[in-house]
């Protein structure tokens, strides 16, 4: 089985438990929802897809010349293209990107050693899921923590302070960040290390089984890979977990302050009730709602900064993978790897929007 | 909550529905309290980084490309400048002065031993000699050269004429020079004359000043946020005019696509953009361009289906107004607002996304000053040279919060209620 796969169960388990309860559980309001809300996910894909491949080939520039580089001759560019389809029309190469698109067939590497994109992506993408999902969680938990206390504290040094922090954050150009981050930690106190998913040694120990270096070292029980991948992953994490984190303080605070104006918090504290728990336990209860919402939509934050992020600490993910191709001009791999953030992108936001639906009984009639 | 006007929301945001944008901003100190210093701030930062990239010779010291001094000086560090040192009666001035005929004594230089001092020596000694016996002058310059661990030692005997000549680093010896008032220096021996201080933030790795090409650097920032800002407005703007106001297939195709291209990460499409029309400066505006033209589309058409049904497009369509006398009179007008606070905003976002591009090599052609250049060729001596990661990082950050803060400003004033994105 292909580590691809396990990382489509681990994803897709949950999305078709949630997609489950819904259709057991909720009510008809919510089934349709529901269904309109894949309906407008699938043109999504699509349409960046399409426009991917039509950038690639309506903008100058040779793909298979620049594969072939200058030694080239025209008889070989001519039987690339044949061998890539290239010379069929637009419209028939149009479709048969679209066909190969729904059944995963990426086809080869243009240059190198003409690997199928799928295996190498299998490999690449649970490096990148290793970084985005500590990355994420580290964001949350500072930006809803941070945002709330800002709101609690409403125009005090610590809202002051908090809001500079997510505006500096925001301006923050994110490989120079951890650039920073490598210089300090890296080189000049020399605790962590600067590139790499893990030990290059320790990872001949490791049985890959779902390429998550963490799950597989868990999994078999090597202690010492576990301990070097999660060094590894400190710098990394640190870097875009708090980049991410200021637009999360911003959406946070507001969305609390919102809440702490409406009525019920007014009726909550007329009844005694102490302070902490008006703050933590009401209001920012209620406020979760948009929150999750607009969280959701950072999305694209989160992808840009792993790309850059990936390049800065030499991790072997899909957005290194995706420069490195680009500098080898394999433009079949890049649209592939395209075509797969822009399935990402689309399956993240739909789980968001599930657990909306889930959480806001508004939603439900 | 006390009544007062500052802190009741209800009633003064319903006065500032009543007022135009201009006297919003100059009343914008009334409604709250300590936030007007903010953009003017963020206002006094934009000028000045616009001054900047318009005139970077006025204060640039050197030009981008300009080699001004040796690779990697630390940042305030002196360049070594070999200078020669000798007692107060000696007439020499130059090494070319010590110059002796064929089958004279050689003359005694000493040296700290190892140093580039002494490297700057034997180069320019035996270039000089070389001049000399093409020139058939019958003078030869073949030093002696003493080598010493300290400079201490070394000045002591020039001063005890042991020596007749030392080559030192100028600074080094203007430490000690005090103590030694029967020493002066000459002329440098490699003709180079230290900058007063060194350099702000020191040399790259071919000898240019880092601090010149920052300055340089802003005109490049500044020109592709600007154009690139406002090449998406011009596409954005009308779009979402007509898809807010004329509605039905035409409004709910385009916002798909839009939709689309916003949820999508923008810097990985420019980066397959930028792939694939090769590296320059107009590439890397128009994939930026692209990537932004949502941004605009999404906020306008907001703004115009709010506006639609106001009373006032009512009335003016009753009286018979034409459809593009609604969008362009009524409508646009008031757009323009929320597009201006946007507009600042984005062109932070452009810039970031630009250095992102050119970090990674794909933006603008390697031989332009640029931030991201600078900081990806800093990156490979980030082990011996902090220096150039550290500042070109700083000036995108400073830049970009400039243009941020200065739209987070300007929408809490115009808009409180319009705090997202």
């Not at chain 1, 290390?193 to 090597?222: E, F």
Request: proline share 5%; no cysteine.
């Amino acid at each position: 089985m292909k580590p691809i796969s396990f990382i489509l169960l681990i994803l897709g388990v949950p999305l078709a438990l949630m997609l489950l309860y819904v259709f057991l559980k909720g009510s008809m309001g919510l089934r349709k929802y529901i269904l309109t809300r894949i309906a407008l996910t699938l043109p999504m894909v699509f349409i960046l897809a399409s426009l991917v491949f039509f950038i690639m080939r309506v903008l100058p520039g040779d793909p298979v010349r620049s594969a072939l580089g200058p030694r080239g001759t025209a008889e070989q560019a001519e039987h690339m293209r044949q061998a890539l389809g290239l010379d069929k029309p637009l419209l028939v190469q149009y479709g048969i990107f679209l066909k190969d698109m729904v059944t995963f067939n990426f086809g080869n590497s243009m240059v190198g050693g003409h690997r199928p994109i799928i295996d190498e992506m299998s490999e690449r993408f649970p490096a990148t899921l290793e970084l985005i999902i500590p990355s994420s969680i580290v964001a949350l938990v500072i930006g809803i923590w941070g945002g709330t206390w800002a709101a609690a504290r409403r125009k005090t040094i610590v809202d002051y302070s908090l809001r500079l922090y997510s505006v500096i954050i925001y301006s923050l150009p994110i490989f120079w960040f951890g650039l920073m981050l490598q210089l300090l930690f890296g080189i000049r106190f020399k605790l962590l290390p600067v590139a790499g998913r893990i030990d290059p040694v320790i990872r001949t120990t490791l049985q890959p089984v779902t390429n998550l270096y963490m799950i597989d070292s868990i999994l078999s029980g090597n202690w010492p890979a576990l301990a070097s991948a999660l060094s590894h992953l400190v710098l990394p994490t640190i870097t875009l977990g708090l980049v991410l984190s200021g637009v999360f303080v911003r959406i946070t605070r507001i969305n609390v302050i919102e809440t702490l104006q409406a009525d019920y918090i007014a009726a909550a504290r007329a009844r005694g009730i102490r302070e902490r728990v008006v703050v933590y336990g009401h209001a920012l209860k209620n406020a979760m709602i948009p929150v999750i919402t607009l969280i959701g939509l950072q999305v694209a934050i989160l992808l840009a900064g792993a790309v850059l992020t990936e390049t800065i600490f030499n991790w072997p993910g899909m957005g290194g993978y995706l420069v490195q191709r680009i500098s080898a001009r394999d433009y079949t791999a890049v649209q592939s790897v395209i075509a797969m953030f822009a399935l990402l992108v689309a399956l993240i936001s739909l789980l968001v929007d599930l657990i909306y639906s889930l959480l806001d009984p508004r939603v439900r009639y | 909550m006390p009544a007062s006007d500052q802190n009741n929301p209800e009633i003064w945001q319903d006065e500032l529905q009543h007022v135009g944008f201009v006297r919003r901003l100059l009343m914008a100190r009334k409604w709250y309290g300590a936030d007007w210093w903010f953009v003017a701030i963020s206002a006094v930062m934009v000028l000045g980084f616009i001054f900047v990239a318009l005139f970077p010779d006025l204060i640039a010291p050197y030009g981008p490309d300009e080699i001004v001094g040796t690779s990697f000086l630390a940042p305030g560090a002196y360049p070594v400048v070999p200078v020669l040192l000798v007692r107060t009666d000696s007439t020499a001035q130059a090494l070319m002065d010590l110059a002796v005929p064929e089958n004279a004594e050689r003359p005694a230089i000493g040296v700290i031993m190892g140093g580039p001092t002494a490297t700057a020596l034997r180069e320019h000694a035996q270039e000089i000699d070389e001049q000399l016996t093409s020139g058939k002058t019958g003078l030869r310059l073949r030093p002696r050269i003493e080598r010493y661990a300290s400079l201490e030692e070394l000045l002591n005997d020039v001063s005890s004429g042991k020596l007749q000549a030392g080559v030192v680093d100028l600074h080094e010896f203007e430490k000690l020079a005090s103590r030694y008032p029967q020493l002066r220096t000459g002329d440098s021996i490699t003709g180079e004359t230290a900058a007063a201080g060194g350099f702000l933030m020191g040399t790259n790795e071919i000898g240019q000043d880092v601090f010149s090409r920052l300055i340089w650097g802003t005109r490049v920032a500044i020109l592709v946020g600007f154009t690139s800002s406002i090449l998406s407005l011009l596409a954005g703007l009308p779009l979402g005019l007509m898809a807010g106001y004329l509605g039905g297939t035409f409004d709910r195709l385009l916002s798909l696509v839009m939709d689309s291209l916003y949820a999508f990460p923008g810097l990985i499409l420019a980066i397959a953009v930028t792939a694939v029309l090769g590296p320059s400066m107009y590439n890397v505006i128009l994939a930026i361009a692209v990537l932004y033209v949502p941004t605009y589309y999404r906020i306008v058409r907001g703004q115009t289906l709010a506006v639609k049904e106001e009373v006032y497009i009512e009335a003016a369509r009753s009286i018979g107004a034409t459809r593009r006398e609604i969008l362009w009179r009524y409508i646009y007008p008031n757009v323009i607002p929320s597009v201006a606070i946007i507009f600042s905003v984005n062109v932070a976002d452009a810039i970031l996304t630009g250095a992102g591009l050119s970090f990674l090599g794909l933006g603008m052609p390697p031989t332009i000053a640029d931030w991201g250049i600078d900081l990806a060729r800093g990156q490979r001596f980030i082990q011996t040279a902090w220096w150039l990661i550290t500042y070109p990082g700083l000036a995108i950050m400073l830049v970009v919060l400039a243009f941020t803060m200065m739209g987070e400003g300007l929408m809490e004033i115009y808009n409180p209620k319009l705090r997202e994105r």
